[in-house]
């Protein structure tokens, strides 16, 4: 039987994790991506998503932000090489998690349990019913974005491996003077927030491709219908 100190230990961390939410404080890690240069960045067919082609990782962009699966893990950054933040699975948006596994450099073996190569990971066979009913309860009934794709920050081009800013405050600095694309996914929006990033003005006019229409779920609904990621 626990103690009452550890009995209010408990209630006090688990009370704790429910406030923080998708991020709390910011703590980054390594992965698999150290590229010398600002990657080349190709749309994935029918979704708000781009992938870059000649990058030896599974990174995407989405929604103002670099993503990388590695380790079984998600990570997120608004600039191509980090540093990153872990994203935890119940977070990580629908649409990300759609890309079909054809786009994944380095796809994990269950990738291709019960699919094919053209849909996506079945990410509920793998983490779990309990991860799939969380996720849903974030995002059911949500459509934030509508299928937009944002524009990529080609304001990062002019940065390679020799002079790219490391320090938060000079990434975020930077950011907000060249990149006014606001997020519309809650995760992505406190991504920004918590690296101090608030770009200002107008959406950034920049040419990208045409729009998606939006994707179909496996139940008949659109983004963040509350169904599993289709490809189930």
């Given at each position: 039987m626990k103690s009452p100190l550890r009995q209010f230990?408990?209630?006090?961390?688990?009370?704790?994790?429910?406030?923080?939410?998708?991020?709390a404080a910011q703590e980054y890690?390594?992965?698999?991506?150290d590229l010398p240069a600002y990657p080349e960045m190709q749309p994935v067919e029918g979704l708000p998503v781009y992938w870059a082609p000649a990058v030896d990782a599974n990174y995407f962009f989405y929604d103002g932000l670099f993503w990388d699966f590695?380790?079984?893990?998600?990570?997120?950054?608004p600039w191509y090489n980090g540093p990153w933040s872990y994203v935890d699975p119940v977070y990580v948006p629908t649409y990300v998690l759609w890309v079909p596994v054809r786009y994944y450099h380095h796809p994990a073996p269950y990738f291709h349990h019960g699919g094919g190569h053209d849909k996506p990971p079945r990410w509920g066979a793998h983490w779990g019913p309990h991860w799939q009913q969380a996720h849903n309860r974030v995002y059911a009934g949500q459509r934030p974005s509508q299928g937009e794709r944002a524009p990529l920050p080609q304001y990062q081009r002019q940065f390679t491996r020799a002079n790219y800013p490391r320090a938060a405050q000079q990434q975020a600095q930077v950011h907000n003077q060249n990149y006014a694309w606001q997020p519309r996914e809650q995760v992505v929006r406190q991504q920004y927030q918590a690296r101090g990033m608030q770009p200002q003005g107008r959406i950034a006019q920049q040419q990208h491709p045409q729009q998606p229409q939006q994707p179909q779920s496996a139940g008949g609904q659109g983004h963040h219908g509350g169904n599993e990621p289709r490809g189930r």
């Open positions: 230990l408990s209630i006090v961390a688990v009370a704790t994790a429910a406030f923080a939410g998708p991020v890690f390594d992965t698999d991506v590695y380790n079984d893990g998600w990570y997120a950054s």
